[in-house]
């Protein structure tokens, strides 16, 4: 989709790699140089994310654990696991407003689906801080 739904207008977001609108909305001050990264990475760091129906975010892992939060709507989670690429017949974890957090932990491919009819808008907290230079595409 190249041209902005009115939520992801009226919150600043833009297109992300993965699918889906996104925007920084935190990076911690605190740095630090966790095992096994290539430099420092802030403590944490906080995006947005906005899925609409029909758009998803493309299988992808991150090398830090992320929660995610749901704002509105619904969001299927898929875990992939952790191998060299995604593994079909995963675990699903729907967030809804009676279940709205849910773990990816550091390692393990995810992808997500608005599940519902309606703008899926989430928050993803990663930490160590996101990097892109951990993530990855399938």
């Given at each position: 989709?190249?041209?902005?739904?009115p939520?992801?207008?009226k919150?600043?977001?833009?297109?992300?790699p993965?699918?889906g609108?996104?925007?920084?909305?935190?990076?911690?001050a605190?740095?630090?140089?966790p095992?096994?990264?290539?430099?420092?990475?802030a403590a944490?760091?906080g995006i947005?994310f906005?899925?609409q129906?029909?758009e998803?975010?493309?299988?992808?892992?991150v090398?830090?654990d992320e929660?995610?939060f749901?704002?509105?709507?619904?969001l299927e989670l898929?875990?992939?696991?952790s191998?060299d690429a995604p593994?079909?017949?995963?675990?699903?974890v729907?967030l809804t407003?009676d279940s709205?957090q849910?773990l990816v932990?550091a390692g393990?491919w995810?992808?997500a689906?608005?599940?519902?009819?309606?703008?899926?808008?989430?928050?993803?907290?990663v930490s160590p801080?996101?990097?892109?230079?951990?993530?990855?595409?399938?």
């Open positions: 989709m190249t041209t902005r739904p939520l992801a207008e919150l600043d977001l833009r297109p992300h993965e699918g609108w996104y925007r920084e909305t935190f990076r911690s605190v740095t630090f140089r095992e096994g990264y290539a430099g420092p990475r944490a760091t947005y906005l899925l129906p029909g998803s975010s493309a299988w992808h892992v090398a830090s929660l995610w749901l704002h509105s709507g619904s898929r875990y992939g696991g191998g593994a079909a017949g995963g675990e699903v729907v407003a709205p849910a932990p393990v995810q992808s689906y608005p599940a519902g009819s309606e703008p899926a808008l989430v928050s993803c907290v801080g996101f990097d892109f230079a951990d993530f990855r595409l399938a």
